[in-house]
């Protein structure tokens, strides 16, 4: 009969705490607060890449040969820039006149005259000095500028052979 009491008041107190525990807490919670600051600075930025520009293959250069090149440029959206491009890696190359040159061993000296535009006219030169090179404002994605390429007629043919120059294009943000 003890055990059994004991077992009751036992169960009584089980019961009765297990009670407590469903029992809302109605106090107050103590709370505090802070503020995260979340920030980005986003800098101007830009990039540029180029594709060839290949006159192609000729006998003569009775004619003139026009053709055209690109440059991508990727500015941060707003961005302001300039685009210039240099005489090239010929001897003797400026922006005003710009020059092919052989390729084959013995032949480096012999040249091609082609100029490089920013217009489809062909009657701005792009060149690499303020007044020369074109302008624009970037928008965040990739812009193509179109470069416009020509060799002009000349009295004489040089030797056959393959003819470049490597201009470098500039861009400045």
Known sequence: MKKHKTLVKFISAVVIFSGMLLTPF????????SNLAVTLTVTANCTIS?????????SSLATVLNQTGSLGVTCTNTTP??????????VASTVAIRLMAGTSTG?????VPYQLYADAARTTIWGNTTGAWMAGVGNGGTQTLTVYGQVPVAAITPKP?????????????
């Not at 820039?81 to 010929?90: A, E, H, I, R, S």
Request: glycine share 12%; charged share 5%; hydrophobic share 30%.
């Open 107 to 111: 032949n480096t000296t012999t040249t």
């Open 26 to 33: 109605t106090g107050k919670a103590a709370t505090s607060t």
């Open 50 to 58: 180029a594709t060839s520009l290949p006159f192609g293959t000729t």
């Open 161 to 173: 052979d393959l003819y470049s120059s490597t201009v470098v294009a500039t861009i400045t943000f």
């Open 81 to 90: 820039y300039t685009v210039g491009l240099d005489g090239g890696n010929v």
